[in-house]
């Protein structure tokens, strides 16, 4: 298993540049997180799906946020535009549907935005 | 409003001893609780889970309390090593229309040294 698949590792942007995030899950995992990490803020939960659908994205910041899951095994979530304060690091985990099983997330995309 | 907190202060201790890490919570009634650890530049990894009905759970050299009461978990690792050095989130599980999710601790960093 190769376990949660996250691309790129670092994105460095300019102010005002379209972002685009991606993750391919575990296979048969059916829900998904996106998280957002920082110093001060520590993990938060932007945006969940489950079965390719989004369940609650009252995590996600502000309109310039948005993220899709077209199939089973791919998401992406996109900054347009981006902001320096949009730095952070972003991980995407998936879960498989039993309550209390843990996330797997992956190593994370690391995003600057000058 | 909701609070998780854990000792932002690393945690120095030397390779042999029991560590401890603090989890407290306010204004949350979880379902269960994870404890992760999180290397540098990587995705954070599940350790263990302890459900609300549990008092403790036990893994090789970890231990987990869950006190509801109290509002506030234990992590022990015992015969702590070097390798034991890194960031370890405690995480709370609630159920929302029949979805789970999770929401994260900032974390405490625990350094074994030799």
């Known amino acids: 298993d190769a376990g949660v698949i996250q691309s790129p590792r670092h994105e460095v942007t300019e102010m005002g540049q379209e972002v685009t995030l991606r993750c391919k899950p575990i296979s048969g995992h059916n829900s998904l997180f996106w998280y957002r990490q920082t110093m001060m803020r520590g993990l938060e939960l932007l945006i969940y799906?489950?079965?390719?659908?989004?369940?609650?994205d009252s995590g996600m910041p502000e309109d310039r946020f948005s993220a899709k899951m077209p199939n089973a095994s791919f998401s992406t979530l996109k900054i347009q535009p981006s902001e320096p304060r949009d730095s952070a690091v972003y991980f995407c985990?998936?879960?498989?549907?039993?309550?209390?099983?843990?996330?797997?997330f992956g190593n994370g995309t690391r995003l600057t935005v000058t | 409003s909701q609070k998780i907190e854990q000792n932002s202060e690393a945690l120095n201790i030397q390779e042999g001893k029991t560590a401890t890490l603090t989890c407290n919570y306010t204004?949350?009634?979880?379902?269960?609780l994870q404890w992760y650890r999180q290397d540098p530049g990587r995705g954070p990894v599940f350790l263990l889970l302890?459900?609300?009905?549990?008092k403790e759970k036990r893994k090789e050299r970890l231990k987990v309390t869950f006190d509801t009461t109290l509002k506030q978990s234990l992590f022990h690792i015992t015969a702590s090593q070097p390798a034991d050095s890194a960031t370890y989130l405690c995480?709370?599980?609630?159920?929302?229309?029949?979805?789970?999710?999770?929401?994260f601790g900032k974390g405490t960093m625990l350094l074994v040294s030799p």
């Open positions: 302890i459900r609300e009905n549990e």
């Open positions: 204004n949350y009634s979880p379902a269960y």
């Open positions: 799906f489950n079965n390719n659908v989004p369940i609650d």
């Open positions: 985990a998936s879960k498989s549907t039993a309550a209390n099983s843990p996330l797997h």
């Open positions: 995480a709370l599980g609630s159920m929302n229309s029949g979805y789970s999710t999770l929401t």
